[in-house]
């Protein structure tokens, strides 16, 4: 179950830099700001994530129980910043939906150079993304707690 905890956060990884490559491409860190994340909580959900994994890694190597719960531990707040990053896109993304559908309503952002860098991100990797983080933190958990061996 280790290992498959491992793949699953390696492929979610691997999504999460895509949408992170996409925030930044069409303007999440410009000045002035039109993103609705705040880039302290997309930076910090990464580095957080990117020490997890460091340390999930080290667990395989040394199969510490500790090293288990302290990634599981890093992954409460990383999964904490992505749901409220997910929050707050929603609503961009439902802006993006009514413009498509053109009925650009008060609300409505237009897909132009001044809409939000989120305001891009592939529906489907921002699915998949979310269901491989949920399966990446019930695998860290069960492996924590000793279901399925290490």
Known sequence: ????????????????????????????TSTP????FPPAVIFGHFALAAAGLVVWIIYL????????WIA??????????GFTM????????RARATVAAGSGGP???AATDRAP???????????AYGVLAIVTVVLVLL????????
């Open 33 to 36: 700001r039109t993103s609705h």
């Open 143 to 150: 492996t924590a707690l000793g279901v399925g061996g290490s």
């Open 61 to 68: 190597i040394a199969n510490s129980a500790v090293l288990a």
């Open 117 to 127: 860098g989120e305001q891009r991100f592939p529906v489907a990797v921002v699915g």
């Open 86 to 93: 997910f929050a707050r896109w929603i609503p961009t993304y």
């Open 107 to 109: 609300g409505a952002i």
């Open 1 to 28: 179950m280790s290992i498959a905890a491992l793949i699953a956060w390696v492929v979610t990884a691997i999504g999460g830099f895509v949408l992170l490559g996409t925030w930044i491409a069409n303007g999440g």
């Open 72 to 81: 599981f531990a890093l992954l409460v707040p990383v999964a904490l910043l």
